[in-house]
């Protein structure tokens, strides 16, 4: 008897990004309702019969999104805001898109991360008066239409419970659990339909299972499922939870009255036991033994050993294999990949191969014939020479780690000393200004990377134009009156990518793409060995920005926790090492910096707040290693040397502490989008050092008028002392234009000359 194989989504965005271009055709007017969803069409048909091939019995449809799958669930279930006006016969795709976009007259919904991945999700909203109704029918059509190429596929549905803990009630005054009630009329309804098309497993995705959770919102999933199981009594309903262990929910979750539950096994392999053990009779237990979130090669050995513990316990009929997760969050195929190295390229693993590592998975429990077995050596050869790569694992990188003091975690002086050296070097006004980093990369720019990089231009040519660039931006910064300059980072295309491209132990893709959110995609380096930095990596621009200004320039560094979490990461190192291996080389280049006379450096860190567990129970940990990990590239700073840090886009309240531990003398943060009001948790919680709050919302094409930022200082100069605080941007101005941001900064310049001149703001 073969054991099930089954997946859980497939990626989405196309292998290459053909979603995305279809996508950003139709929103520029350029193409019809018709050509995206031929595009869509065509991509579900390929994927479809990707996974078919690979041998897949239980394929996921109503997997695919235009947009986001959270949105697609609101539009699902009729919870579209008041605000984009009222759709009695279903969401078009103007409203639809509008919901994701925002228009002229509405917003766009919020957007936030999906667990602790790189995915963001539309958050749904639910009103008071909201019309919850079966409003779309893309889960039967796309089961029906996948039906119609021969195939029986596995619908996926967000599950209402998640739904509702993933969206936010803005009026603040609903009860969850009237909610959820409301929803389950709605899914019952769509179950129906879906058993009467002809499903037979529907999967329904309860990720939040997986956090901690309140008794009552942990009962909201008994009082569901025995409702939803009811509804359609013919179909099996597989729960899946993924990215993280059950732990306490477990027993709660296993009790459901579902036919299945899919466990990560990749994340949580600890968990297999006691599942094992308390799964009542009769329920099928979905094994996720092939990491979804990344890209190595399984360990087939180690995941049949769980795959047979399963058999053994509970017969092969009640066991499935699948990957952790929906492989949303990986690239679709290696085989693209041809300028990889075929050494390394062999350690890898993107969805296409990893569906193949599942089947073959499966066929070696039930049917390990002497090719399979084979198979299963040639993983064994490869991890094992994986193992001893030189390029993995480097002697003297590792020893660097292990001799690592405590004293090189912390700056000479503290805090107030700092400062009063600093202000000897370099002097400054009070509220001094300054920006993020980055200046417009216009499309000059972009052309003439792209030609660079692919060999029209030549290095030299390309040089040139990099050096007339900072040589503008320096002049333009000069010009409009700021006080800390920045060489505007032209050399970059990205700030983790140009990094990784100068360190050992990082290793790029051509194609390999991972939905971001809607048609935005990254390409994650690969983070596969050792990471040691052969030479310096900012300090010739560095060193030329500054040869043009008598101000101080400051060197701008993306620091090692950014760099770490917006990579493919290692499995075979812990990712505290990894990150003390990267701040260990950028320790390194702010050495380098200072002695190329740089005399204010910036360790960004936008990501610190991504990489915090799921679990609370987990946070201090990571808390402790990430912090120390900036300690470890700033601390060997001299007194002198003033380090900033850049964090935006970040819920400040549970990281607040360690934000300070990071103990940098000047942090920028965003507040311009929330009018200041982050700027409270840091006085509330005695933030000691220097804070730059954002004045200047960079995702908005507005310019503020000089008026709107001088209120925006004096809010701030009332929870702030005077001496504490800088004044620059949200972020960085990149993807802005010259002209606004030439007009922004000096509307900045001119609110925060008035401010200075004006001692009655002082607190
Ligand atoms: N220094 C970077 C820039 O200005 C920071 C970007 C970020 O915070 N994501 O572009
Ligand atoms: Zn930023």
Avoid at 178 to 206: M, P, S
Avoid at 621 to 640: C, H, I, M, N, S
Wanted: proline share 6%; aromatic share 8%.
């Amino acid at each position: 008897m073969a054991v099930v194989t089954g997946n859980l989504g497939f990626p989405r965005i196309g292998a290459h990004r053909e979603l995305k271009f279809a996508l950003e055709q139709f929103w520029s007017g350029n193409s019809e309702t018709k050509q995206l969803q031929t595009t869509a069409c065509e991509l579900r048909k390929l994927h479809w019969r990707m996974q078919a091939d690979s041998g897949i019995d239980q394929i996921p449809s109503n997997d695919f999104s235009l947009y986001d799958h959270v949105l697609d669930t609101a539009v699902l279930v009729g919870a579209v805001p008041a605000r984009y006006g009222h759709q009695p016969d279903g969401v078009d795709l103007t409203t639809y898109f509008a919901m994701a976009r925002g228009n002229d007259s509405a917003p766009a919904m919020e957007m936030t991360k999906w667990f602790d991945t790189n995915y963001h999700y539309i958050v749904p909203e639910f009103e008071a008066g909201m019309d919850f109704r079966v409003a779309s029918h893309k889960p039967v059509e796309e089961f029906l239409e996948a039906k119609a190429l021969g195939l029986m596929t596995r619908p996926v549905l967000l599950g209402p419970v998640s739904f509702v803990l993933l969206g936010k009630d803005r009026s603040q005054r609903l009860d969850r659990g009237a909610i959820v009630k409301a929803l389950l009329e709605v899914y019952c309804e769509l179950l129906k339909d879906l058993e009467h098309a002809g499903a037979v497993w529907v999967q329904i995705d309860e990720p939040c299972l997986g956090l901690d959770l309140a008794e009552f919102d942990l009962a909201l999933f008994g009082k569901a499922y025995e409702q939803l199981v009811g509804c359609a009594p013919g179909l099996k309903l597989l729960l899946a939870t993924y990215f993280s262990g059950l732990r306490q929910n477990l027993g709660r979750a296993l009790s459901l009255p579902v036919a299945g539950v899919h466990l990560d096994l990749v994340r949580a392999p600890d968990q297999l036991l006691p599942a094992l053990t308390e799964a009542p009779a009769n329920l099928t237990v979905s094994l996720g033994l092939v990491d979804g979130r990344g890209i190595w090669r399984t360990d087939l050995d180690r995941a049949f050993k769980q795959a047979r513990d399963a058999i053994g316990r509970l017969g092969p009929d009640r066991v499935q294999i699948a990957p952790s997760c929906s492989l949303l969050h990986v690239p679709v195929d290696l085989d693209g990949e041809s300028h990889l190295d075929p050494h390394v390229r062999n350690w890898l693993a993107f969805a296409k191969q990893k569906l193949a590592e599942v089947k073959l998975l499966a066929r070696a429990v039930t049917d390990p014939s002497p090719e399979v077995m084979e198979q299963f050596r040639e993983n064994g050869r490869v991890l094992a020479e994986r193992r001893s790569d030189s390029r993995v694992y480097e002697p003297a990188v590792r020893q660097r780690v292990a001799a690592i003091t405590h004293e090189m975690f912390s700056r000479p002086s503290v805090f107030d000393v700092r400062t009063s050296k600093q202000s000897c070097v370099t002097p400054l006004p009070l509220l001094p200004i300054t920006t993020i980093g980055s200046f417009p990369q216009t499309r000059e720019v972009r052309q003439a990377r792209a030609a660079y990089r692919s060999g029209r231009l030549p290095e030299t040519q390309y040089e040139d134009l990099l050096r007339n660039q900072i040589k503008h931006t320096i002049r333009i910064q000069e010009e409009i009156g700021l006080d800390v300059l920045v060489h505007g980072e032209f050399e970059r295309n990205d700030m983790v990518e140009y990094f990784g491209e100068q360190l050992k132990g990082f290793l790029f893709t051509s194609n390999g793409w991972v939905q971001s959110y809607g048609s935005r995609c990254v390409k994650p380096p690969i983070l596969f060995g050792d990471v040691s930095r052969p030479r310096p990596m900012t300090v010739a621009w560095a060193r030329y920005a500054q040869s043009l200004t008598r101000l101080p320039v400051k060197g701008m560094l993306t620091g090692p926790v950014t760099m770490l979490e917006w990579s493919f990461v290692r499995d075979d190192l812990t990712p505290a090492d990894t990150c003390f291996q990267i701040a260990l080389a950028l320790r390194d280049e702010v050495k380098d910096l200072e002695a190329a006379g740089i005399r204010v450096i910036q360790v960004d860190e936008p990501a610190l707040r991504e990489g915090l567990p799921l679990r609370k129970s987990d946070r201090l940990e990571y808390l402790q290693w990430a912090v120390d990990a900036f300690r470890l590239a700033t601390a060997g700073a001299k007194d002198e040397t003033q380090i900033h840090t850049h964090m935006c886009y970040s819920e400040f309240q549970v990281i607040l502490e360690a934000v300070k531990r990071m103990d940098a003398d000047v942090i920028s943060i965003e507040a311009a989008r929330s009018e200041m009001e982050l700027l409270d948790e840091f006085a509330e919680k005695d933030y000691p050092n220097s804070i730059g709050p954002g004045v200047y919302d960079v995702h908005s094409p507005r310019v503020p008028s000089s008026e709107e930022v001088e209120t925006l200082v004096n809010k701030a100069l009332r929870v702030f002392r005077r001496d504490r605080l800088w004044i620059n941007p949200d972020c960085g101005l990149k993807t802005r234009g010259w002209e606004e941001v030439r007009l922004a900064l000096t509307n900045i310049v001119a609110a925060t000359r008035r401010v200075r001149d004006n001692p009655q703001a002082e607190r």
